[in-house]
């Protein structure tokens, strides 16, 4: 098993020079923030992730979650982490003032949220559900329910779950058959949800469910669900958790990855029906649930970085501990210094800096969002499916490559190098698969307007391109051409997109994956040059990375361009194709 190492001076490295976080916190005036204060609470987190949560990472996998009489007990040293990580106001970190939060910028928590997902996946997703709850209850709730449920969920005192699938109701939520009749000024829920995550445990004094339900007179399909809260105790008059309410986890999935988190299947109303109270106005609720599965996808693809660079981590480690064939003076040689070993841990490594400068851009768009900025809502809508899409999908290869350095030791359970790869193979499907967040960026994100938020991300990808053939430095000026031939090929295909996906539906779908894989390769590369113009500036400069660490920020983003940019030609053709072929056997054929 391998330790685990936050990795502070990258995650420094991107806040402060690609984000550009002290001008970021003066323009949305947060004056108390500055990346002095971003690099004592990252390295704090760090602190918890490698003492507490990583060595709990294995013990989940080993001994997961089990069910008796509808109440689930959480892995044995969960709960006393969890405790901990409540007391020290993680939970907190970017709720709003008003409810108890520390209201810090969205950025900031990613970066965080990082290295929690990194140490512990299986523990990280408790918090993460209940952080998109809060941001349902925020956008929709009314002022009565965001006064009883957001201070404690906020802190942590409670946890949150969301409700959406069902044995017949999958992705398709138009299926969805869960009832909630009306009963005073609350509902009466009932029906059943599978693939509920965290949808029960003892770590807190409540849950609180938020349930897709149909009222008795709601129109068919997805303009008929409402959401409504279900709280596992109801609250008495002074809002303290009292009587149990009528919901219970009926049974854990098992499951290949994840183990320590628990995965319920949650039964809504076996006797008199649960109490829930409407989110908002009914018949909205897949809009607002939509809120937290935003939230939720980003975080997903923050997953996809988390457990590769928790792989690399391991390869590293074990390719400079594993010795395989000798010098000529007899000395054994450690495989890190074998080239292919070599090249999957560079390709571990590019990947993972380009995941991480792509997921907190994405993040810092949403605090400028959240400000008013239109064109930075428009890239959030634009960068979403790609952060979840893309992310999760590169997660595959390397956590793979983490087992692959093992060579035969990787399919052995003890090294751990089978857990990371386990653990990262729901990460395509939960929260909408890689097929879902294809459809969604090029329909919804890409057609709809035209090809507008598309085209602006096109033109500042040129602009950085313009910078790097101006540059004096060849090895930039070479990134440049790379760069720039990668995103002609992408803007190609982008034109061939508009002009025929919409007038052809099976088209569409038939080239959305591999539009959206090359968009997170054209983005990642992109992310990675830019960086790689702001370390070439350092190094002219008095700073504290240090030469090493900012010539390396340059290699590996020439990395980058020679293994993974050529990807972004591959998928282009293959755009260009159509793909027409995709439904030319009868299915008695396939």
């Not at 020079?17 to 108390?32: R, Y």
Request: a negative charge; charged letters at 20%; one cysteine or more.
């Amino acid at each position: 098993m391998s330790t685990y190492n936050p990795p502070l001076q990258d995650a420094s490295f991107v806040l402060d020079q690609l984000i550009g976080l002290d001008q970021m916190c003066n323009d949305l005036k947060l004056d108390e923030v500055n990346s002095e204060l971003a690099s004592v609470i990252v390295e704090e987190a760090g602190k918890l992730a490698s003492e507490v949560l990583a060595p709990l990472n294995s013990v989940g996998d080993q001994n997961g979650a089990t069910v008796s009489e509808g109440a689930v007990t959480e892995t044995q040293g969960f709960s006393d982490a969890y405790q901990q990580f409540v007391e020290n106001g993680w939970a907190t970190l970017t709720g709003p003032e008003e409810f108890g939060g520390q209201a810090l910028p969205n950025v900031l928590g990613t970066a965080v949220n990082e290295l929690w997902h990194s140490s512990n996946m299986a523990f990280a997703l408790c918090p993460m559900l209940s952080q998109g709850a809060v941001e349902a209850l925020i956008a929709h709730g009314s002022d009565e329910l965001k006064a009883q449920y957001l201070p404690q969920l906020i802190s942590g005192e409670w946890t949150g779950t969301m409700n959406l699938t069902e044995p017949n109701a999958g992705s398709d939520l138009a299926a969805v058959s869960a009832k909630a009749v009306p009963d005073g000024e609350q509902f009466r829920i009932s029906g059943q949800k599978i693939f509920i995550t965290w949808g029960d445990h003892q770590m807190t004094s409540n849950i609180v469910h938020l349930v897709l339900a149909r009222l008795p007179d709601a129109p068919a399909g997805v303009k008929g669900i409402s959401l409504f809260i279900v709280p596992k105790y109801l609250l008495d008059e002074q809002g303290q958790p009292a009587a149990q309410n009528d919901v219970s986890c009926v049974s854990l999935e098992h499951k290949m990855g994840i183990h320590g988190s628990p995965t319920c299947v949650m039964s809504f109303g076996d006797n008199e029906g649960a109490i829930g109270y409407l989110v908002g106005e009914a018949n909205k609720g897949l809009s607002y649930m939509f809120t937290m599965m935003n939230h939720a996808r980003q975080s997903v693809g923050l997953q996809g970085l988390s457990i590769s660079e928790r792989a690399y981590q391991q390869a590293v480690q074990y390719s400079q501990e594993r010795f395989q064939g000798s010098n000529r003076d007899g000395s054994k040689i450690a495989i890190i210094n074998h080239p292919d070993v070599r090249r999957m841990l560079m390709a571990m490594k590019a990947g993972n800096e380009a995941m991480r400068a792509l997921a907190y851009s994405a993040a810092a768009d949403i605090d400028r969002a959240h400000h008013g900025d239109a064109a930075s809502r428009s890239r959030v809508e634009l960068y979403t499916p790609i952060v979840k899409g893309w992310m999760t999908e590169l997660a595959q290869e390397l956590t793979s490559l983490n087992v692959q350095v093992h060579g035969g030791m990787g399919f052995i359970e003890e090294t751990g190098a089978a857990q990371h790869y386990r653990d990262a193979r729901i990460l395509p499907i939960y929260e909408g698969t890689t097929g879902i967040q294809a459809l969604d960026l090029i329909g919804r994100k890409t057609l709809f307007d035209n090809g507008t938020a598309l085209k602006h991300l096109q033109q500042e990808i040129q602009a950085s391109v313009d910078t790097l053939r101006n540059s004096e430095s060849e090895s930039l000026q070479q990134l440049g051409r790379k760069l720039e031939t990668a995103l002609k090929q992408a803007c190609n295909a982008g034109d061939w997109i508009l002009d025929n996906a919409a007038q052809d539906k099976e088209l569409m779908g038939n080239v959305s994956f591999d539009n959206l894989m090359m968009m997170g390769y054209l983005t990642g590369g992109w992310l990675l040059a830019k960086s790689a113009i702001q370390a070439e500036q350092l190094k002219q400069t008095d700073n504290a990375y240090g030469a090493p660490f900012l010539n390396a920020k340059i290699s590996t983003a020439q990395f980058f361009a020679d293994h993974y940019l050529p990807r972004v030609g591959q998928h282009s053709e293959t755009i260009l194709t159509g793909l027409r072929h995709t439904f030319a056997l009868d299915i008695d054929l396939l």
